[in-house]
Nanobody
Framework: QVQLVESGGDLVQAGGSLRLSCKASGSIFSTYTMSWYRQAPGEQRELVAVITSGGSTNYADSVKGRFTISRDSAKNTVNLQMNSLKPEDTAVYYC??????????????WGQGTQVTVSS
């Protein structure tokens, strides 16, 4: 099995910065695409940023130029640096990892979420 643990969520003022981290552990053979999603109250979960195993990245238009996704494949971690935060960035942030286990199973794994609140 694969477990994901996110950290770094907090209450911050508009214009501030936060760094989210997500570490995958368990019987991991390899990780592939790693992503961050977010879900605000009453809204659908949306993709924020994605990074492939080769390091290619893509971002939602709403966060381009403010957020940066990075990964350390050796440590099975993915990070999200969030700068110039806005109140509309308030949401629960989830990481998702496409991973293959030591038994050969490949699938998507989700973390439990970390709350980011941006005050105006």
């Amino acid at each position: 099995q694969v477990q994901l643990v996110e950290s770094g969520g907090d209450l911050v003022q508009a214009g501030g910065s936060l760094r989210l981290s997500c570490k995958a552990s368990g019987s991991i053979f390899s990780t592939y695409t790693m992503s961050w999603y977010r879900q605000a109250p009453g809204e659908q979960r949306e993709l924020v940023a994605v990074i492939t195993s080769g390091g290619s990245t893509n971002y939602a238009d709403s966060v381009k130029g403010r957020f940066t996704i990075s990964r350390d494949s050796a440590k099975n971690t993915v990070n999200l640096q969030m700068n110039s935060l806005k109140p509309e960035d308030t949401a629960v942030y989830y990481c998702k990892v496409d991973a293959r286990t030591n038994r050969g199973y490949r699938g998507d794994y989700w973390g439990q979420g970390t709350q980011v609140t941006v005050s105006s």
